[in-house]
Every structure is written in structure tokens, then in C-alpha cells.
């Protein structure tokens, strides 16, 4: 039961209420935004996230909806990620919006330390790589259908 | 004495908007990526009222706005309080620039799309081509494009280009027609030998890129609905009108499109002779798409390419009858070959050798012609081209009354009697399309070219009789090649010869 990095294994539900109300407060640069997908769930399991495309990309200026699942596990293993909003990047799966954890470096090198707010925050870095950042973009508004 | 106490009520209301909600004022952040601002507002507000409040403080209109709390966006309509919305906490706001706000009303609404067309205003802003540009060169991504791709810049140069895009995006029936002209012509790409590929390469090269910075900022393009198009087509009337690429070397068939000329090359010349046999059809280029379609235009790959090129009509002329027009059809007619191969794959031709002699002989002319500029200039000049169409009238007239006149025109005459058909029936059937559709113009202009050019001199024998001698004299024996440099190059001695000393290997 000892964590696998450094510091204390914080309690799951602790951690996410802490970070139910930094996303309330607006920690961070007012570029991404988290929250419960539902206010009354106990669980604290469903959450939504939103990144804002970082200028001078492809996603300028979008809004990029995702829904986020911290697991039982939560946060010794990552959460799962998957863009509502449409979005052409590498590590998205095309038809179905899935962050795939092998290929974004955070998931796959998680650590307990994380949070929603880094995944958001590292999804948004992302967009702005050499890679990434001139992919010709599907019309603004669409979502995957699932 | 006692008033005081009576002006109390009215001292209690905080803020005008929020006098019926009285309750508690709280103070949220509203945090975009640029600034932060508190904002004081209502408790049990809606959210629309809140968006009042924020335009003001940061100067934006209320349906640019986007808010954002806790992952979620902001309904109009929702309080916030059902947000969970409390003092002290944050909302993060994204204001929607001018450009995207127009792009999605524009792309929800075709018909808004058509109304905005034809307002004079927008009509007055599109008619000029300094201003067009400008918006264009302004988007930073188009930059990037542009500095990977010279010839965009070219093209958006050339005041010519702009302005007949300009013409083209103005009426949206000329659009239509073209568009549908546009499917049936690129049919021909594939018999074109290495044409295809061509394509598939300038379309990887600059289409993509050039359909992600244009749909980046303007998203799907309401041209589409305009145009009857259900994809994702290319052309945004008040920003770009570009999404540059799509060269089609074979251009679609386009009043003012310069580039047309080249797939009249092909296309038109045998759509016009397909159209001679069934004179009822009014749309020579349809013919040809039927004919021609079948067997060239049988791969999916293609298929999809073509509907992506069909999408943006204009961009395509416009890019080609810049540099890649230029090529294609130096290419031409250093390679007439490849053009007598499309006309003897056309099964209409097939069953005309004499035709197809004609046209081949013709060929060269018609390239040359196309590449001089001053053919392109007339051809993109839509008031040109009418008045060439009132000459093709004319001389469809002369035919018909005169018809000794016309044998003295062979072979020109001929080709006066191939697009003199399809026209008159293309003229009547649509007189209200202002600037006619392109196949009819190609035909009055290369009629008037063989009007102009055989009228005085029979053949380009004839008319090269001394730059052939003087070539012979020079030592270049071969008769058939200095005749057919000499036709390329419209008679040139100097570039003549310079042909034939590169084509000696050959």
C-alpha cells in the first residue's frame, strides 16, 4: 500500500474533491476547465474538462469538450480521456475521440502526483507541437457520435 | 421629517439589471486566456444576463461570448446556479472573434448565405480585389501557406485572378452551374496520361494544406448549401475566396477562368463535336461527362478527389491558370500527342478520323493561343467574352446565310462549325446566366482565334511559309518538326528553334 512514487497516498475521494474545487476556483491559466460531469455524483467519477486551442495552432480559439473517468484506482492510474468535440491529433483515435494512453507521455508514464487538470493542461501542450499543430481540423462544432 | 427612512427601498438595489432578483450580489472571476476581470452579479442569475454584464466589461457582444465553468459551457438559458456558481469562484470565458461567429451562423444558414450574397455591399466589397486580398494575406495561416507555396502568392497577385473569383463567388448560379460543369470535366483528368497523378500530387501538396487553414478559420463552407453541394466545399465569399489549390489542370469549364482554356483543350473541343451530333443537348460539357466519364474516371481514389476539387471550382482555376496552366499547357503542346491521345479515347472521336486529324492539327494552335496573354486576359474578362460570344453569333449567323462564305474558313470554319452548334442552343437555353457558362465561351473564343488567325492565312503552313524556309535554310530538315514548333511557338523563329534543338533527342 506504499506509493510506487515519492510522497503520501492520498485517499481517492480526498484528491478529487480537491480537485473538484480547483476547477472551481479557476486554478491555472484559464485555459482548461474541469468539473463533475454531475453535480450529485458520489462517486466522483464522471468528469467533463474543456481545453481552449492555444493560438497560432489549428485549434485556435476552439473549445474542445472531453469527459474524463478517475477510476476506483484513481490516483495510482491514470484516468481515461476522450474528446467530445472532434479533433485531429495524434493519439486521439479518429472515429471515436479516445486518448490513447501509450501515445500522450503523461498517461503513459503516470504518476500519482497528476491530475485532471495536468492531463487537460498536457493535452493543450500537445496541440502546440510541430506535429500537431497545423492538422487540418474537421469543422468546428462536431462531436463524436458515441 | 421622516422621509428618510421612506428612500430606503429604493437606496437597496444594487444593480439595474439585477433589481428583480434582488438577493445576494456575488463577485465571480471571469477569466479568459488574455485577462481577468471580477464581475459583480445576482446570485440567482441567468446566465444570458451575466453575458450582459461581461460584454460590457470587456467590450465584446454578448453572442461572441463563451462561458465555461467546471468543464461545462454555459447555456443562455441555465442560472447560474444551477452551475453551482458561488462567490469567489472562477469562469473562464472565450470570446469568439468576428471571423468564427460569421463562419457558423454562415454555415447554419444557407439561405442567409444567399441573402448575404446578394447584398450590394457585400457585392461591392467582393468586387474589390485590393481589399479581397488583403483579408486573405491577413489570415496568418494562409501566410504560412503562402510561404510554402509561391504560387499562391502568385495567384493572389494577380488582380485578374482575384477579380474573376470575385465574379464567380458573386453569383451563386454561375457557381452552381460550375460546380456541376466543374464534376463532369475533371472526368477527363484521367485519360490524361500522368495528369492524374500530377494532381493527386499538387492536391496532397497544397490542397490539404490549403483546405485545413481555410476550413481552420472558416470551418465548412456555406458556399456548399449555396452551391448544392453536400461536402465540405471550398469557397468563403466574404473572407477568402480561395482555399487556393486544387489544381486542376483540366480545369472546369468557367466564364472567367483562364484555365478553362485548357480543358477546353480537351474537353470542350470534344464536347462541342459530341454536341454537333445531338444538337438538342444544351450543355455540351454534360455530353462530354457522360462520354468521356465512363471509362476514364473509374477509381474511387479519383472519385474522391474529384469531389474535393469539385468542391472548390474557382480556387482550382484560379490556381491553375497561374503557374500550373502555364505548364500543362507548355506541356501540351510540346506533347500534342497527349492531347490527341484524349481526343482519340473519346469514342465520339473514335468514329471521326477526320476530326480527330483536324483537332489534332488544331491542337497546337489552341495551346499556343491559350498561353498567350492577351487570349488569357480577354477570357477572364466576362464583358470579353460576351462580346466574343455576340461575334460567335454572328458568324453562326454568316454560316447559316452565307454558307459559301464559310468553306474559305477551313479548317478554321470547321471549327466554327463544331462550337457554332452547341452555342446558339447554350445561348438560348440560358440567357440569364450574365457571364455565359465556360464551355460556350471556350468555343466563341477558339472560334474566334481560327476566325482571326485562318481567316488570312489557310494554314499554319501557310502561315510559317517563310519561317520554314528559314529554317530549312538552317539546317533543320525535318519539315514536320519546324512546323510544328513554329506552331507552338505561334510562328517565334527563335523559340522554334530552340524547341527543336531540345526535342532532338526525341
Known amino acids: 500500500m506504499m506509493a510506487a512514487s515519492s510522497g503520501v497516498k492520498v485517499p481517492r475521494n480526498f484528491r478529487l474533491l480537491e480537485e473538484l474545487e480547483e476547477g472551481q476556483k479557476g486554478v491555472g491559466d484559464g485555459t482548461v476547465s474541469w468539473g463533475l460531469e454531475d453535480d450529485e455524483d458520489m462517486t466522483l467519477t464522471r468528469w467533463t474538462g474543456m481545453i481552449i486551442g492555444p493560438a497560432r495552432t489549428n485549434y485556435e480559439n476552439r473549445i474542445y469538450s472531453l469527459k474524463v473517468e478517475c477510476g476506483p484506482k484513481y490516483p495510482e492510474v491514470p484516468p481515461t480521456v476522450r474528446f467530445v468535440t472532434k479533433i485531429s491529433m495524434n493519439g486521439i483515435n479518429n472515429s471515436n475521440g479516445m486518448v490513447d494512453a501509450r501515445s500522450i507521455p503523461i498517461l503513459a508514464k503516470w504518476q500519482n502526483s497528476y491530475s485532471i487538470k495536468v492531463v487537460l493542461q498536457e493535452l493543450r501542450r500537445l496541440m502546440m507541437s510541430k506535429e500537431n499543430m497545423k492538422l487540418p481540423q474537421p469543422p468546428e462544432g462536431q462531436t463524436y457520435s458515441n | ?506
Do not use: C
Open chain 2, 1 to 506: 421629517m421622516a422621509e428618510n427612512s421612506g428612500t430606503d427601498p429604493a437606496v437597496e438595489t444594487n444593480t439595474e439589471e439585477n433589481a428583480a432578483a434582488s438577493a445576494t450580489i456575488i463577485k465571480v472571476t471571469v477569466k479568459t486566456p488574455k485577462d481577468k476581470e471580477e464581475i459583480a452579479i445576482a446570485e440567482d442569475s441567468s446566465v444570458s444576463q451575466f453575458k450582459e454584464e461581461i460584454s460590457k466589461r470587456f467590450k465584446a457582444k454578448q453572442d461572441q461570448l463563451v462561458l465555461i465553468f467546471a468543464g461545462k459551457i454555459l447555456k443562455d438559458g441555465d442560472t447560474l446556479g444551477q452551475h453551482g456558481i458561488k462567490d469567489g469562484l472562477t469562469v473562464h470565458l472565450v470570446i469568439k472573434t468576428l471571423q468564427q461567429q460569421m463562419q457558423r451562423q454562415l454555415m447554419s444558414n444557407p439561405e442567409m448565405l444567399s441573402q448575404i450574397m446578394e447584398n450590394p455591399l457585400v457585392q461591392s466589397m467582393m468586387s474589390n480585389p485590393d481589399l479581397m486580398r488583403q483579408m486573405i494575406v491577413a489570415n496568418p495561416q494562409m501566410q504560412q501557406l503562402m510561404e510554402r507555396n509561391p504560387e499562391i502568392s502568385h495567384m493572389l497577385n494577380n488582380p485578374e485572378l482575384m477579380r474573376q473569383t470575385m465574379e464567380l463567388a458573386r453569383n451563386p448560379a454561375m457557381m452552381q452551374e460550375m460546380m456541376r460543369n466543374q464534376d463532369r470535366a475533371l472526368s477527363n483528368l484521367e485519360s490524361i496520361p500522368g495528369g492524374y497523378n500530377a494532381l493527386r500530387r499538387m492536391y496532397t501538396d497544397i490542397q490539404e494544406p490549403m483546405f485545413s487553414a481555410a476550413r481552420e478559420q472558416f470551418g465548412n463552407n456555406p458556399f456548399s448549401a449555396l452551391g448544392g453541394n453536400t461536402d465540405n466545399s471550398g469557397v468563403q465569399p466574404s473572407r477568402t475566396e480561395n482555399r487556393e489549390p486544387l489544381p486542376n489542370p483540366w480545369g472546369p469549364p468557367d466564364a472567367s477562368a483562364a484555365t478553362t482554356t485548357t480543358t477546353s483543350g480537351t474537353a470542350t473541343t470534344t464536347s462541342s463535336t459530341t454536341s454537333s451530333t445531338t444538337p438538342s443537348v444544351s450543355n455540351p460539357l454534360g455530353i462530354s461527362s457522360s462520354s468521356l466519364g465512363n471509362g476514364m474516371f473509374n477509381s474511387p481514389g479519383m472519385q474522391s478527389l474529384m469531389q474535393q476539387i469539385s468542391e472548390n471550382p474557382q480556387l482550382m482555376q484560379n490556381m491553375l491558370s497561374a503557374p500550373y496552366m502555364r505548364t500543362m499547357m507548355q506541356s501540351l503542346s510540346q506533347n500534342p500527342d497527349i492531347a490527341s491521345q484524349v481526343f482519340t479515347n473519346n469514342p465520339l472521336f473514335a468514329g471521326n478520323p477526320q476530326l480527330q486529324e483536324q483537332m489534332r492539327q488544331q491542337l497546337p494552335v489552341f495551346l499556343q493561343q491559350m498561353q498567350n496573354p492577351e487570349s488569357l486576359s480577354v477570357m477572364t474578362n466576362p464583358r470579353a467574352m460576351r462580346a466574343l460570344m455576340q461575334i460567335q453569333e454572328g458568324l453562326q449567323t454568316l454560316q447559316t446565310e452565307a454558307p459559301g462564305l464559310m468553306p474559305s474558313l477551313i479548317p478554321g470554319g470547321m471549327a466554327a462549325g463544331i462550337p457554332g452548334a452547341p452555342l446558339p442552343t447554350g445561348v438560348n437555353v440560358t440567357p440569364e446566366n450574365p457571364p455565359p457558362s465556360g464551355p460556350q465561351q471556350l468555343m466563341q473564343q477558339m472560334l474566334q482565334m481560327f476566325a482571326g488567325g485562318n481567316a488570312l492565312t489557310q494554314t499554319p503552313e501557310v502561315r510559317f511559309q517563310q519561317q520554314l524556309e528559314q529554317l530549312s535554310a538552317m539546317g533543320f530538315i525535318n519539315r514536320e518538326a519546324n512546323l510544328q514548333a513554329l506552331i507552338a511557338t505561334g510562328g517565334d523563329i527563335n523559340a522554334a528553334i530552340e524547341r527543336l534543338l531540345g526535342s532532338q533527342p526525341s
